[in-house]
């Protein structure tokens, strides 16, 4: 009995440890990408191309805590080809070491997003260094000397405070050194050597470093006087000033030596008292701006529109898996350079809606903020197919809430009319759209009626709920949730490019969302409804960046306007408005579509000729693999998957064929987003063919 009871719990033991030594699922398909990319090399012994259990079983070169990768070390191995396009996945590693090989291409977009060592010295990278490299803020050490790469360093140096080595020597680099090196607050060695550097390095005073090395590149000016004490410095080979440096520039301060202590700064800088007495100015000045805010906000009315005090409208970007965890996406937005667009209404929280005294609205479902798998799309349609009625608002409580539909009330003013923001006292704040009275004079008095019916028919995730509407003294107003995020026109066109959080990721979700909000339109509908005004600035995103698109069931006012679009978004055929089809929607949505690749507007004066219109400029380029990539919008900086970025424009290009018969219907389209998610999910998470053929929630 002692030796059955003995194998026994020897079993139990190994499935134990055989459990625990499961590898994470994202590290075995980043590893099974990466040994794919480097052609299958036999030197890397119990590596496979799918699957496998690369902690478990000793896959060479790999370490590990537990069940996640945490050291990669594969250096002079002679290994060719690339290391694959899902380093990203690998958020354990901190040890990534693929130095001495024979490594050509771009560096990945994305290296492994926690790491504290990179070495990717001795290869053949050519391109840029990754502009990825910015948000890997516990790095100490980077490596990536002697390689072929090129161009300019970005300022991306800001957060990587930890670094204490880099060595960047034996490339071809140009340019000025980035102002950003004066962050690496814990740098002690620096290599550049070798490169084609220019200008000052004044910058490098603010670091304290022990090892420097600028041999052999075109740096001008003087060497700074703080940085002759170092340890270990190498400057020849460089085009420096003879005779002595100027003196600093009137009204400023000289940098202070690095290794002196900050009693002999304050002799040779303030005094005490000078410095206490510029302390004490600013306390009274700030308790001075205190009393007059305090008094400004105490006498200022319940309508005090707070947004408008600031256009930096906070959110929570929706970060994908092609980046690293929150704590390193790039820095928060930024203020916005520009008001909203045009026709741009948004929303609030709905719950919050039941307390006002005017409406009581039915509150969406509250997981409409997650992206949705194809099954429980088609159960929310189902859901959602009977009307709800909207409230009737009265003419004097919108009057109210929008001061009187005040200009500083103003949203925007679109093809039909103008948006307003309707605030109420208790902090609730509405979309009223103001309808043009023109347009509805010649209709007869049940057209506005009619308009309310459609709308109110329109229920779907991605389509913008109607709150409610109002009828009276010739005015008819509709009434939306408020979307605090705005419109994706802002996003695109109206932000800097640190205030941009659309990741890849989040940009074809974008598109897909759309794109099934218009399938709903077209073919989910009976009779069909057309939209007619589809474009960037009638998208709007919620608090998670889904999409929401606007203006819908208003198609028969547009057949009433001159102009049915924005410049730009047109199809070809549409020369008047009766011309307009439900393949000219498709062509639209083509045109959003592009201004997510490209980040550019659909017509810009201020460009040349040729490149004005943006379909013109680009369809000729949606299928030249080196030119697609120059398109990519730069507030993306190369952090996108090539062939995603490939099958994305091969659907832009169907879309806005000039020919209305060729282009394909919305629900082909949503088929080929949908499969262009599921390659990449497939890619990245080593799915079998029955997971591939359900939407991955996981790829957003």
Known sequence: MVPIFQGFWAFVFAILISVSAKTDEPDVSALNVMYTSLNSPHQLSGWKSSGGDPCGKSWEGIKCSGSSVTEIDLSDLGLTGSMGYQLSSLTSVIDFDMSKNKLKGNIPYQLPPNAVRINLAGNGFTGSVPYSISQMADLKELNLAHNKLNGQLSDMFGKLSKLTLMDLSSNSLSGNLPQSFGSLSSLSTLYLQDNQFTGPINVLARIPLDDLNVKNNKFSGWIPTELKDINNIETGGNSWSSGPAPPPPPGTTAIPNRHENSSDFNKSGLSGLAIGGILMGILIALVILMALFSRKSSSSSHYLDDEKLSHCRPFTPLVSHELSNSRHYPPPPKIFKDRRSLDSSSSIDMKSLQTSPSFHPKPPPSDLVKPLNESEFANRLGRRSTSVC???????????????????????????????????????????????????????PDKFSEIISNISKLHHPNI????????????????????????????????????????????IRIALGTARAV????????????????????????????????????????????VNLGIGYNAPECTKPSAYTLKSDVYSFGVVMLELLTGRVPYDSSKPRMEQSLVRWASPQLHNIDALAKMVDPGLHGLYPPKSLSRFADVIALCVQSEPEFRPPMSEVVQALVRLVQRSSMNKRGDDASASRRMDDDYF
């Open 390 to 444: 909207a409230t009737v608002f009265t003419l004097a409580d919108l009057q109210a809430a929008t001061g009187n539909f005040a200009t500083g009330r103003l949203l925007g003013e679109g093809t039909v009319g103008r948006v307003y923001r309707a605030k109420y006292a208790d902090g609730k704040v509405l979309a009223v759209k103001k309808i043009d009275s023109a347009l509805l004079q010649s209709a007869g």
């Open 464 to 507: 913008a709920e109607l709150v409610g509407h109002c009828s009276e003294q010739g005015h008819n107003l509709l009434v939306y949730e408020y979307f605090r995020n705005g419109s994706l026109h802002e996003f695109l066109h109206l932000s800097d490019d640190y205030s941009k959080p659309l990741t890849w990721n989040t940009r």
């Open 519 to 562: 399938e709903y339109l077209h073919e989910i509908c009976s009779p069909s409804c057309m939209h007619k005004n589809i474009k960037s600035a009638n998208i709007v995103l919620d608090a998670e960046l889904n999409p929401c698109l606007l203006d819908c069931g208003l198609a028969n006012l547009y057949q009433r306007t001159s």
